[in-house]
Every structure is written in structure tokens, then in C-alpha cells.
């Protein structure tokens, strides 16, 4: 009875807020992995960005001002890799902060000899565990014009493999999965990824996807909607995996 009420108030909410005609065509005109789905998984996809923006505050930072376009883009490219998933998987925090341009955190750290220092990296995107994801707008536009990159996936995979504690890239897998199956490829994959580029050889995936396994898993998953080709044909086992996981 509660998932019927819950559908009930989720299609009010889709009928009563819903996405403009041309909104609509210019997130799916600069989202590469939404236009790919079919009519009837875009229409699925419509309904779940329309509730990821009335249950998300996207917040804008550094004077920014945001078009109703920059919002739906961005929750569109939020929301493919949770088609399936679907938005509970995004339960448990609520903001998206926008800064207009890589944005540079204030990071101290304290070594063994007790001496502080403060590191300021430019970042693209940011995860937070229980806290928003930041992003980038230019960034958000840039996606598409290299390879592999979207830096909205990205965090949201972060996101999603923080649902069990940090992000380790071991995600809570659906039932249908084995977890020592997953561990294997991705392990397996990561170490052959680090071999490869000891020997200089040209890799598959982003290098800072060898940061580690959480990266790789965000990295891989960056690919696997972006370029799901090269990435099947490169590291078919780990796109296996994500082709199971994100059941897309």
C-alpha cells in the first residue's frame, strides 16, 4: 500500500512539475547517454529528473546564476545512471552546489613531523560522504567534447558507492550480483591498468582512474555511458559488471 501511494505521489509530482518541451530537448541534445535510450526509457528517465530536481536543491555558488536549462542538463546527466537504480539510491543528502568554474578547496593536512600544509587543486567535482556533491558548470558543458569525460556521472558514481561508507568502489550491489565476482574484475582490471602504464602503454580509461579503486570505479563509469563501445571492447569484464550493476 505505501509503494502504491508513494507511485501515486510521484506521478502527481511528474504531471504537476513537469519538464518543458524545450527544456527537455536541449538535455537530451547535450546529454550523449540519454539520447541514446529509447522513447520509452527517455519518457522513464523525463519523470525521474523531474523528481531528482524537486527532491535535490541545486545551489549555485560564487555568483553564479543558473538557467531552468543548466538545471535540467544537469539533473538529466544525474539521473541515467540511476534509470534502473532508480532515486532512493541518491537517499541521504540533498545538495548540488554549482560553482561557475573548477573551484579550488582549501585541503591541510599534518605530516609525521607535525608540519600543516595546505593544498589548492583545482577540481572539477567533489563528493562529499553524507554531504552534496559540487560541481563545476563549465565542466558539466564541457562533457562530450573529451572522450569517456562527465564529470556529473562521475561524482554521482561516487555518490553511489558511498551508500556503504567510503568510497571504495565496491558499491552495495543488487541481489542479482556476486560481490566476489565484482571484486575479482575490478581488482583484477585495476592492477593490469597499473602494469600497463609502468610499461608506458596507452590506457584504456583516464590515468586518474589509478588513484585508486574508487576513482577507477567512477572513471569506469564515466565510460561505460559515455563510451560504452570502448569500454566493452577494451575491459569487457568490467563493463559486464556495470552493464549488471547500472542495468542500462
Known amino acids: 500500500m505505501l ?14 512539475r513537469a519538464i518543458a518541451e524545450p527544456l527537455w530537448r536541449y538535455a537530451l541534445q547535450h546529454c550523449a ?16 529528473v523531474t523528481l531528482f ?29 540511476i ?5 532512493d539510491w541518491y537517499a541521504g543528502w ?28 583545482a577540481l572539477a567535482g567533489e563528493a562529499w560522504l553524507r554531504g552534496p556533491v559540487i560541481l563545476s558548470l563549465a565542466d558539466v558543458h564541457q ?18 558507492d558511498m551508500r556503504n561508507g567510503e568510497a571504495n568502489g565496491f558499491p552495495p550491489l543488487p541481489r542479482r550480483m556476486d560481490p566476489h565476482v565484482w571484486s575479482q574484475v575490478f581488482a583484477s582490471a585495476w ?9 608506458g602503454l596507452d590506457l584504456p580509461l583516464d590515468p586518474y582512474a589509478l588513484e585508486s579503486p574508487g576513482e ?24 559486464q559488471q556495470l552493464a549488471q550493476f547500472y542495468a542500462i
Not at 534509470?83 to 532515486?87: E, K
Not at 592492477?191 to 610499461?199: A, M, N, P, S
Open 94 to 121: 540533498r545538495s548540488v552546489i554549482v560553482y561557475p568554474e573548477a573551484f579550488v578547496p582549501r585541503r591541510t593536512q599534518v605530516d609525521a613531523a607535525g608540519v600543516e600544509h595546505v593544498s589548492h587543486h
Open 3 to 16: 509503494e502504491k501511494i508513494r507511485h501515486w505521489r510521484d506521478q502527481r509530482i511528474a504531471a504537476r
Open 33 to 48: 547517454p540519454a539520447q541514446r535510450l529509447g522513447p520509452a526509457d527517455q519518457a522513464r528517465l523525463r519523470v525521474l
Open 191 to 199: 592492477h593490469g591498468l597499473h602494469e600497463d602504464q609502468r610499461l
Open 53 to 81: 530536481l524537486e527532491r535535490k536543491s541545486i545551489e549555485p555558488a560564487a555568483g553564479l546564476v543558473l538557467s531552468d536549462a543548466d538545471r535540467v542538463l544537469l539533473a538529466t546527466h544525474a539521473c541515467v545512471p
Open 83 to 87: 534509470l534502473a537504480l532508480g532515486l
Open 143 to 160: 562533457t562530450g567534447q573529451v572522450p569517456g569525460h562527465n564529470v556529473v556521472i562521475h561524482e554521482m558514481a561516487h555518490k553511489l
Open 216 to 239: 577507477f570505479f567512477a572513471v569506469a563509469s564515466e565510460a561505460y555511458f559515455e563510451t560504452p563501445q570502448a569500454l566493452h571492447a577494451t575491459l569487457p569484464a568490467v563493463y
